[in-house]
């Protein structure tokens, strides 16, 4: 199925702890993003991609690194966990021309992480 | 610093019926204003967008209704139906070129009744 696969669907990690969101997109896509989902807060930009190699921080970017090797692959890392990271994370990508540049075309189904 | 204000937070609807969420944004830099529809478990999904030069843009039941002067948005559900009950998100994004980022709202919970 073509689109953004992430994984794991779930997870658990004691503070501290470090962890890799991993997230693939099989759409030839240049940008990709990382975004958190917190009860009444809508999505927010962690960090994000404009092709291989390029990376930049968004909204709330403190704790998390990336990096982007190919086009294909956008993985998230979190460096030492707290609770305050517990959330839903989403990774989406979109093409870098026409009207789906715009905004998010597609979403991946999310990670809940949950930091003890 | 919430630059996009999404009302309300829950909306009950009987089956049938018309569902309407509001946005109002503050940057008038904001030149692009798209709708998301989100089920349980499930990402975010593209659902219609509108640009500030239109007032009005409509796919099937979904309608989105711009007005420029009061920086707000509204989405439109005709004829509701059960299966239309997910969370809905409006955002901003401004530029024409590059990557664009987006302000979310922080979501409507719609529940349409049978």
């Known amino acids: 199925n073509a689109g953004v696969t992430q994984t794991p669907k779930f997870q658990v990690l004691k503070t501290g702890q470090s962890m890799t969101l991993q997230c693939a997109q099989d759409m030839n896509h240049e940008y990709m993003s990382w975004y958190r989902q917190d009860p009444g807060m809508g999505l927010r930009l962690i960090h994000y991609?404009?092709?291989?190699?390029?990376?930049d921080q968004g909204e709330v970017p403190n704790g998390y690194n990336v990096s982007r090797s190919t086009t294909e692959d956008f993985p998230l890392r979190l460096l030492s966990a707290a609770p305050s990271q517990t959330s839903v994370y989403f990774c989406a990508s979109r093409g870098s021309q026409g009207p789906q540049m715009n905004t998010e075309a597609f979403f991946g189904q999310g990670t809940r992480l949950t930091v003890v | 610093q919430q630059q996009v204000k999404q009302s309300p937070q829950s909306l009950i609807v009987q089956k049938g019926g018309i569902s309407i969420i509001n946005c109002a944004y503050e940057?008038?830099?904001?030149?692009?204003f798209p709708w998301y529809q989100q089920f349980p478990g499930k990402g975010p999904a593209l659902l219609i967008a509108?640009?500030?030069?239109?007032s009005e843009k409509k796919e099937g039941r979904f309608t989105i209704s711009f007005n420029k002067s009061a920086k707000q948005f509204s989405l439109h559900i005709m004829d509701s139906q059960p299966g239309d009950s997910a969370t809905y998100f409006c955002a901003a994004s401004r530029g024409r070129t590059g990557f664009q980022k987006l302000v979310f709202g922080t979501g409507t919970r719609l529940l349409v009744s049978p």
């Open positions: 991609s404009v092709g291989a190699g390029i990376t």
């Open positions: 940057n008038t830099a904001f030149d692009y």
């Open positions: 509108i640009r500030p030069d239109v």
